[in-house]
Nanobody, 126 residues
């Protein structure tokens, strides 16, 4: 089992920045990749970014390319999501996710991830 705890959400003005953190504990040595998803009110949960634990490969949704950066600290078993140039449409609950297997359905597929955090609210005011 893997436990994921997100932090770093909050209220920010449009154009501002936030950094989310996701601390993993438990059987983290088996993690293959970790990712961030988000869910706005009335919408489905959508992929934001992912990183493979074994190398530096990263994956992004088109709508965050150039604004968001995913990174990790292997020693701390922590994944970060740096969000710049935030827009009101980025308002959502952001979830951290982890998978311990190669995601045959792709890194953007929710079903590819075995473990989820409780989420952290990000609100961007206009």
């Amino acid at each position: 089992q893997v436990q994921l705890v997100e932090s770093g959400g909050g209220l920010v003005q449009a154009g501002g920045s936030l950094r989310l953190s996701c601390a993993a504990s438990g059987r983290t040595s088996s993690n293959y990749a970790m990712g961030w998803f988000r869910q706005a009110p009335g919408k489905e949960r959508e992929f934001v970014a992912a990183t493979r634990w074994i190398d530096d490969r990263t994956y992004y949704a088109d709508f965050v390319k150039g604004r968001f950066t995913i990174s990790r600290d292997n020693a701390k078993n922590t994944v970060y999501l740096r969000m710049n140039s935030l827009k009101p449409e980025d308002t959502a609950v952001y979830y951290c996710a982890a998978t311990q297997r190669w995601p045959i359905m792709g890194y953007a597929a929710r079903a590819a991830y075995d473990y989820w955090g409780q989420g952290t609210q990000v609100t961007v005011s206009s």
